[in-house]
């Protein structure tokens, strides 16, 4: 009988640690998105942690007939990462992200955990060296 407790403890214990990995430390997704950034601020009562909202172009509808403005809400880990957002509130922003199943709460406040700013440039100017021109 002793034997039998302590495979089904080691079992128990196995299958909760593999469910806690897949639901907090599994990255679910990677991507990127693009957005002008709208606040970006460290709060929190016992963890402090950056938080931030990026206001993408366009519109989305959650119920036929009410348009809202298409947000992406996200947390941030790296200090090196946050400085950068920090120096860039207002401008438009392309950011790379991972999603996970679960968050933390040292890790933030969102599922979307940003980890790197690809492109920082002001808003509504576009880059002239892509546009075609006559020699």
Do not use: C
């Not at 997704?29 to 693009?34: C, L, N, Q, S, Y």
């Amino acid at each position: 009988m002793k034997k039998f407790a302590w495979i089904t403890g080691l079992i128990l214990v196995l299958v909760l640690g593999i469910f806690f990995w897949w639901k907090f430390y599994f990255v679910f997704g990677e991507g990127v998105k693009a957005g002008s950034l709208n606040y970006f601020v460290k709060k929190g009562v016992v963890f402090k942690t950056w938080e931030g909202r990026m206001v993408q172009e366009g519109f989305q509808s959650p119920t036929s007939g009410a348009l809202q403005s298409n947000e992406f809400r996200f947390s941030v880990t790296d200090p090196e990462v946050a400085a950068v957002l920090e120096r860039n509130s207002g401008k438009h922003l392309e950011l790379r992200y991972q999603e996970y199943n679960g968050m933390l709460p040292w890790r933030g406040t969102s599922v979307f955990v940003v980890t790197e700013v690809i492109n920082a440039s002001e808003p509504g100017k576009a880059d002239s060296s892509a546009l075609p021109y006559d020699k």
